[in-house]
């Protein structure tokens, strides 16, 4: 039966294991849910076509009020009851095509997702998410068939929640991946930028697990109408910074690339002019893993910027950008940077702007000791500005050079 050698991963062996432990009238309802939650590409309930937004969110609405209608109203779900192929009648009609159809898709896999939804079902993170270790990630779950059932009923009940609230792939290039959502509102684009951003710099259980939760929460009643998704997860990501805050080379996570990016596209109107205004408004997150010096450490040519050791490795002298930039631009002057970067603006050579903060960085005619201070400065004053925190706020303060805020 399986002359190819190929074993059974990890996620088939386990939905036997789950399924072998339930009783016989949960059975055809749970294998119905892992059939239809395990095609992560294809949201369980899209758009019609030419159907309104405020219809689509009734019937969304409606769904986080009943999960379980969702799985009458599959095709795919249903059973054929025919014995044979000879039994089932031949139909002339074409089949429908009344939803709208993208090129999306999930930002978790499966296997992923399984481990968030067993988490929030335990009310743990102590259960693990390691793909590779997901058969004993779920011996948490142990043989009780109430707690069993109460996971496929998560499955389904998160899975629509995730869906709705949850950002989505799209890839227009092969290279570049863009961000879609089916939650609609005046912030909409924001919401996309901030869970983007989110995506590339923070492990996925740290940011969904206490966004899940509270999609719970406020789902099944009417405060959903008035849930400011964003003040919520600005909120959220604030508080989880705190104590001391480093920005230097060697010391600096990456995520604080990634944060400033997004409070320079948020301000993008007041910060940048023209062309540059223009990239900024097209700006999209990528998991880019390179930290770059600007002026660099071991410059390749003559170069007019010098710059000492302690200042070269300030957050001033910081970008980050893919690896196969990096390798472009390592160790160049700041002069052949600088028309390097022009050249994707104006779109003279193929490439894009991969760091909004870089952007800001190449407005700068001569990069010197003063101006390496001033874009550091005022970098530093934008993350002041995103943080409630007097605490924060101070231990930011004290990182600037001058204790006044740089006009930008």
């Given at each position: 039966?399986?002359?190819?050698?190929?074993?059974?991963?990890?996620?088939?062996?386990?939905?036997?294991?789950?399924?072998?432990?339930?009783?016989?009238?949960?059975?055809?309802?749970?294998?119905?849910?892992?059939?239809?939650?395990?095609?992560?590409?294809?949201?369980?309930?899209?758009?019609?076509?030419?159907?309104?937004?405020?219809?689509?969110?009734?019937?969304?609405?409606?769904?986080?009020a009943n999960p379980f209608q969702v799985l009458a109203h599959d095709k795919d779900s249903v059973q054929q009851k025919s014995d044979t192929i000879s039994n089932i009648k031949a139909v002339s009609n074409k089949p429908a095509t009344n939803v709208i159809n993208r090129d999306e898709g999930a930002i978790l896999d499966f296997q992923e997702f399984l481990l968030l939804v067993l988490a929030l079902t335990m009310d743990s993170v102590s259960t693990g998410f390691d793909k590779n270790k997901l058969l004993k990630s779920f011996e948490a779950l142990g043989d009780e068939q109430k707690l069993i059932k109460s996971f496929f009923d998560n499955l389904l009940k998160y899975r629509l929640l995730f869906d709705y609230f949850i950002?989505?792939?799209?890839?227009?290039?092969?290279?570049?991946?863009?961000?879609?959502?089916?939650?609609?509102?005046?912030?909409?684009?924001?919401?996309?930028?901030?869970?983007s951003m989110l995506n590339v710099s923070t492990s996925y259980n740290i940011w969904l697990i206490p966004l899940m939760k509270e999609l719970?929460?406020?789902?099944?009643?009417?405060?959903?109408?008035?849930?400011?998704?964003?003040?919520?997860?600005?909120?959220?990501?604030?508080e989880r910074h705190g104590g001391e805050i480093h920005l230097n080379y060697g010391s600096i996570s990456r995520y604080w690339f990634w944060r400033l990016d997004y409070y320079l596209w948020e301000r993008r109107?007041?910060?940048?002019?023209s062309k540059a205004k223009e990239i900024a408004n097209h700006y999209v997150f990528r998991p880019n893993r390179s930290i770059e010096h600007i002026a660099p450490q071991t410059p390749k040519s003559n170069s007019s910027v010098n710059l000492k050791e302690s200042l070269l490795h300030t957050f001033g002298n910081l970008a980050m950008i893919s690896s196969g930039q990096n390798s472009s631009l390592q160790n160049e002057s700041y002069e052949i940077k600088k028309a390097y970067i022009a050249s994707f603006?104006?779109?003279?050579?193929?490439?894009?702007?991969?760091?909004?903060?870089?952007?800001?960085?190449?407005?700068?005619?001569?990069?010197?000791?003063?101006?390496?201070?001033?874009?550091?400065?005022?970098m530093i004053e934008i993350f002041i500005t995103s943080f409630d925190k007097e605490s924060l706020k101070k231990a930011l303060k004290k990182l600037k050079f001058h204790n006044e805020s740089i006009p930008n």
């Open positions: 039966m399986n002359e190819a050698g190929k074993g059974l991963e990890n996620h088939e062996i386990l939905k036997v294991r789950l399924l072998k432990k339930l009783g016989e009238n949960d059975f055809d309802q749970c294998t119905k849910i892992w059939n239809m939650v395990s095609q992560m590409d294809k949201c369980l309930v899209r758009q019609k076509e030419k159907e309104l937004v405020e219809d689509f969110k009734k019937r969304i609405f409606n769904a986080f950002i989505r792939t799209t890839s227009t290039d092969g290279r570049t991946t863009t961000y879609s959502l089916n939650y609609s509102n005046s912030l909409k684009q924001a919401l996309i930028h901030y869970q719970d929460k406020i789902s099944s009643d009417e405060k959903a109408k008035d849930f400011k998704f964003l003040d919520f997860l600005k909120t959220w990501d604030n109107d007041e910060l940048f002019e603006i104006n779109g003279s050579v193929g490439g894009s702007i991969e760091s909004l903060k870089m952007l800001k960085i190449f407005e700068f005619e001569t990069w010197n000791e003063e101006n390496v201070k001033k874009h550091h400065d005022d």
